[in-house]
Antibody
């Protein structure tokens, strides 16, 4: 079955960097776009970034643009989020999520279906 | 302040029908598909509704979605105790070139 497993979270000092990983299984990783979404403690969901299935397009929330980079390694079935210049406002559970439909470029069609269990980032 | 507006809470008794609203604008709900997610306490979100009104396999038909103009709604009929969760709406926003979520609605089954 489709499974996403995040890792890489932890406690990091303000201004430092961190790299999150999401290992995918159970589907053809190269055929699907992928998202990162975060949730601060006790708060709602905040969309962070989207990578199109063919890696031709990346989209970022204004709050992370210029600091975060989404990428993937297809042979390793791994999605990555590189996070630089972290601040306390970046503290959250970070989820990776798979786009529901294969081979779609239009971002309006890139809703998420399967989510990972999340990895926690604390900037302090 | 979330781009999509949801009521912070909703409630109903077992067996009742509850509706959760999600209000947006022409740049998001008005021109793109709406998705709904359920988040049980301590768990990751789960897709409930995609493309405004479609249910993934495995989601009971007690859950239904609709959209009209720049607003959407999620209806839950035959309310059960296990439906107690947070519900989030989501859409793509063409002006922001990014995804947007509602602030979430905490559903309590009385």
């Amino acid at each position: 079955q489709v499974q996403l497993v995040e890792s890489g979270g932890g406690v990091v000092q303000p201004g430092r960097s961190l790299r999150l990983s999401c290992i995918a299984s159970g589907f053809t990783f190269s055929s699907y776009g992928m998202h990162w979404v975060r949730q601060a403690p006790g708060k709602g969901l905040e969309w962070v970034a989207l990578l199109s299935f063919d890696e031709s397009k990346t989209y970022y929330a204004d709050s992370v643009k210029g600091r975060f980079t989404i990428s993937r390694d297809i042979p390793k079935n791994t999605l990555t989020l590189h996070m630089n210049t972290l601040g306390p406002e970046d503290s959250a559970v970070y989820y990776c999520a798979k786009v529901a439909l294969p081979a779609v470029k239009a971002p309006s069609l890139c809703g998420m279906d399967v989510w990972g269990q999340g990895t926690t980032v604390i900037v302090s | 302040q979330s781009v999509l507006t949801q009521p912070p809470s909703a409630s109903g008794s077992p067996g009742q029908r509850v509706t959760i609203s999600c209000s947006g604008s022409s740049s998001n709900i008005g021109s793109n598909f709406v998705y709904w997610y359920q988040q049980l306490p301590g768990a990751a979100p789960k897709l409930l509704i995609y493309r405004n009104d479609q249910r993934p396999s495995g989601v009971p038909d007690r859950f239904s979605g609709s959209k009209s103009g720049s607003a959407a709604s999620l209806a839950i009929s035959g309310l059960r105790s296990e439906d107690e969760a947070d519900y989030f709406c989501s859409a793509w926003d063409d002006s922001l070139s990014g995804g947007v979520f509602g602030g979430g609605t905490k559903l309590t089954v009385l």
